[in-house]
């Protein structure tokens, strides 16, 4: 049950951070792109990455820690689904090029941010 009970509050937290940080970027940006679901799911690859390092080969973080960090709260934050959704109907409006911008770069820089999570949380 305890593992259940840090995936919900994780997953709730994360849902919401994601939903404050989607909303403040549409206002800002204000483009058809998703540059908050990008933004998103870049930040919660560097967390993932960073938590995944230190929790399993840094030893710095618990099991537990590590079930609310990654399962629920990056689970919560990050968004594949949204992502594709978002993809689909930029292809549908006709947007071709954004669809393909957002694919190259939701891929490419979740990637590197993974990696970049990795390699400091090595450095600790």
Known sequence: MTHTAL???GGLLGSVARYWLVGLTTRLHGSPFP???????????FVLGLVMVLALEREFIGAHARTFLTIGVCGGFTTMSTFSH???????????VL??????????????????????????
């Open 86 to 96: 978002e993809t689909v109907v930029l292809l549908r409006d006709g947007q071709a």
């Open 35 to 45: 540059l908050g679901t990008l933004a998103v799911n870049v930040i919660g690859s």
């Open 7 to 9: 995936v919900a509050l």
């Open 99 to 124: 669809a393909f911008a957002n694919v190259l770069a939701t891929t490419c820089a979740c990637f590197a941010a993974i990696w970049l999570g990795h390699t400091i949380a090595r450095s600790l």
